[in-house]
């Protein structure tokens, strides 16, 4: 059996999609994949970012982690977004990276790959639900095959019910969380082992 190659691509303003994304990567090495982590480009103006030292130093820490190319989702069989909500959608520097595939969707270099995704909000009921539909809604225009958690591990429960995908109150990536995501990544790679087998 072929090993299933996962890009694991994020965005993280303050650090827990990081922290969420590392946590995806960990698993889905653990599961037998062979796997990229990534971040999306920081898009917005460096006075801004400059101008809060919590972001400021978030970009500095993530430095050494390879900005997501195109490349990375023609590679992978399967992919394991995070990033935060931002009014209610995903935050822009991921939907900037979105777009750019526009050419890799043409030829169909996205279609019949696994696609899961993970998401934090100031507060529970932040649009964490409506961001993660809007990356589904995404990755079903690809042709992208949806790997949602669903209730399949009692770690869904602990983490706060949520069958789209582990979501989280930014800055709060505690156990239970863990748990849900390394659930979520281990079955996104044993389902993308059953498809690329």
């Known amino acids: 059996m072929a090993t299933p190659k996962i890009s694991v691509i994020f965005y993280s303003t ?24 990534r971040r999306a480009a920081e898009t917005a103006p460096s006075e801004v970012v400059e101008g809060q030292d919590a972001w400021k130093a978030q970009l500095e820490k993530m430095a050494d982690i390879p ?9 992978a069989d ?8 931002r009014y209610g959608v995903v935050a822009s520097q991921l939907r900037a990276f979105i777009d750019t595939l526009g050419p890799l969707w043409m030829e169909g270099k996205l279609a019949n790959k696994t696609f899961t995704a993970t998401t934090s909000a100031q507060n ?11 990356l589904y809604t995404t990755a079903m225009h690809w042709g992208a095959v949806i ?16 069958p789209y995908g582990t979501s ?30």
């Open 14 to 37: 303050y650090g827990t999609n990081q922290q969420v994304a590392e946590a995806a990567a960990e698993a889905a090495r653990a599961a037998g994949a062979e796997v990229r982590l």
């Open 67 to 75: 900005e997501a190319r195109a490349e990375d989702m023609d590679w």
């Open 78 to 85: 399967g992919y394991f977004f995070a990033a935060p909500t």
């Open 124 to 134: 529970p009921h932040g649009g964490q639900e409506t961001t993660l539909m809007s």
């Open 147 to 162: 790997v949602a958690p669903g209730y399949t591990d009692q770690s869904i429960f602990a983490a706060g019910g949520n």
């Open 168 to 197: 989280v109150k930014a800055g709060e990536f505690d156990e239970h969380a863990r748990a849900a995501v390394q659930h979520q990544a281990t079955r996104l790679v044993e389902m993308t082992a059953k498809l690329t087998g």
